[in-house]
């Protein structure tokens, strides 16, 4: 019996987390929609449990946009998953620091772990350690 490769790169794709493509202006009765498409990505796929929520199109950050990724947040915990930012603006990333919610962004580095390309300087006179 002979078993054919297939095609394309399965390993790949079964590790790129699904994308949820958030846009804005928000009102505070818009939550419930994307919610619904957060929690169908979680449930269906197989490719993690991670969802990375593009916000870059969110508009101007404001409390309809915490109330929205806190909600987001809280769905993918409740359903076993996790969700990533992408493009965050610094007064998005500044605002959730403000009221205390934390976020996976990409590209930024995991906590205790030196950004790369970052190299220490040693001066000639120092002691070795």
Known sequence: MSYGRPAGLPLVDAMTPPVLVLSGPLTPG??????????????????GR????????????????????????????????????????PALCALLDLVGLRFETEGQPEQREPPLG?????????PAV
């Open 118 to 126: 970052v190299q220490e300087a040693v001066e000639p006179g120092d």
């Open 30 to 47: 818009e939550v419930g929609g994307p919610c619904e498409a957060l929690r169908a990505l979680l449930d269906g796929g197989g490719r």
């Open 50 to 89: 991670v969802v990375v929520c593009d916000v870059a199109g969110l508009g101007p950050p404001g409390l309809a946009a915490v109330n929205l990724l806190a909600r987001l947040q809280l769905t993918a915990r409740r359903a076993g998953g996790r969700i990533r930012l992408r493009d965050p603006s």
